[in-house]
């Protein structure tokens, strides 16, 4: 599985491409905000795409809208420290994404990536969504 990772904190981005490679994934390339995740998205076709949704430039939400027209196929799973009910449903709102809090990131990232590959849709323990959704 082919993965763009996309954070503008570069020690955040350095952690996370340490646990990929453990787990066997391919990083594909590294974006630091969103205008540039949309660009590379289209040049690449990850498979995996694990974004921050705090970005520079364009925010992950915005980024994820674009993603969607120039790469249908990359499934995306939202990496973020912004968590607010309205936040996690409009990250969620998107046919192939996830949430994974950055809160939660050190004990659920390995189970969010197996979520993701076995196609099924992840969404942190801390996360709060409304009933219904």
């Known amino acids: 599985m082919s993965v763009l990772l996309v954070d503008d904190y570069a020690p955040f981005r350095k952690w996370l491409s340490s646990e990929l490679r453990i787990e066997g994934f ?12 949309v660009q590379i998205a ?5 498979n995996l795409i694990l974004m921050d ?13 674009q993603i969607e027209e120039v790469s249908p196929s990359s499934k995306i799973l939202f990496v973020s420290s912004l968590s607010s009910t309205e936040i996690v449903e409009e990250a969620l709102s998107f046919a192939t994404s996830s949430f ?19 196609g099924e849709r992840y969404v942190s323990s801390s996360a709060s969504i409304s009933n219904g959704s």
């Open 42 to 46: 289209k040049e690449i076709q990850p």
């Open 26 to 37: 391919e990083l594909l390339s590294e974006a630091c905000d969103g205008i540039e995740a």
């Open 100 to 118: 994974l809090s950055k809160f939660d990131v050190a004990r659920e990232f390995r189970a969010a990536l197996h979520a993701v590959l076995r």
């Open 53 to 65: 949704i705090g970005l520079p430039r364009l925010n992950g939400i915005e980024a994820a809208w």
